[in-house]
């Protein structure tokens, strides 16, 4: 893990004959409408999936649109009508995506605090080693989904299952046998209106708006994350692009429990479809960039330790189920 002092982006310019610096001509923005979402003006791409269908397209127009998308999962799962303070369906659908994840030891004590007081009643962080909890830190590109696409950052404490026995290194690996992963999020910010409003109002996830900027290399993936009130670079996630991925469909769960807007306890899950995927304990295949920007600062509070596992995930879809009372 490295520190650095914020970074202003930098600019791309193109040279005039005469040597004069000519700006680079902008990216052309696609074309919004408004709609009311909760009682919000939510910006949306014009036309695209949640303009049209929100939330409940039919799978024959994903077929028209991404023909080469692999829909037989989808034909499996049914969609229901949900109130979840605002008309939606549960599970929304994505279709076509790709994830990194590092998880890190952090401070227990640290963990512990952070989790409200009416959720640690029933879930509690793994304890790995005596002090020493887990956080996972993942990088979503959601290139094509019921929300249309935008990127995410989740940082979550690792914790057992509420109401099971939380015995540490046995829970933590029957997790992983079963790839069903229990968390408690901490920070998830996205880049899209539409991602913040669905996930604070209908998921009681802690979201705020703020630029992602997600680039591919040959050998890595490079996510920045910019701090929302400076606009500078906060947080840098490069993850190498690892060899030898595995194209056995591998699924995998993933709970969270929190407290909704009535302050019952709730939980919602997600279930992927990994289509591509490879996994490493080398903790030279992750570099976490921190500066002084607020998301940095969190996560140095943290006191980040070793990299237990890294998670490449170049392509999976995944089904993301509305919270329930716990």
Known sequence: MRTASP???????????????????????????????????????????????????????????APDIDLRWFEQLKKERV??????????FYY???????????????????????????VRPIQVWPGRGLVALTAYTYRYCD????????????????HARNLGPLTLLGQSLTNDYWGYVLKLPVNTELARVRGVVGYNLPKWLTDIRYKETERSVVVEIFDARTGQVDVTLQTRKLAGLSSKVSMVRNSFTNVDRQGRLTTGYAVSRDLRHASSADAGSV????????????????????????????????????PQPL
């Open 7 to 65: 970074a202003t982006p930098a600019r791309v310019a193109k040279r005039l004959p005469g040597g004069a610096p000519r700006a680079a001509a902008p990216t052309p923005q696609p074309e919004t409408t408004t709609i009311t979402l909760a009682g919000q003006d939510v910006p949306v791409l014009k036309g695209g999936l949640y303009d049209r269908y929100r939330s409940n397209p039919p799978l024959s127009a994903i077929a028209a649109a």
């Open 147 to 162: 929300n249309d696409s935008y990127e995410e950052i989740g940082l979550s404490v690792v914790t057992h299952k509420p």
């Open 287 to 322: 570099a976490l960039t921190l500066t002084a920007g607020s998301l940095s600062t969190y996560i140095k509070a943290l006191k980040l330790g070793k990299l237990l596992r890294y998670d490449y995930v170049p392509e999976f879809q995944s089904a993301l189920y509305a």
């Open 96 to 122: 076509r995506n790709s994830r990194v994840t590092a998880i890190y030891t952090a401070d227990l004590d640290k963990l512990r605090e952070l989790i409200p007081a009416e959720v640690r009643a029933h």
């Open 83 to 92: 109130d979840i303070g605002f008309e939606s369906y549960s599970p929304n």
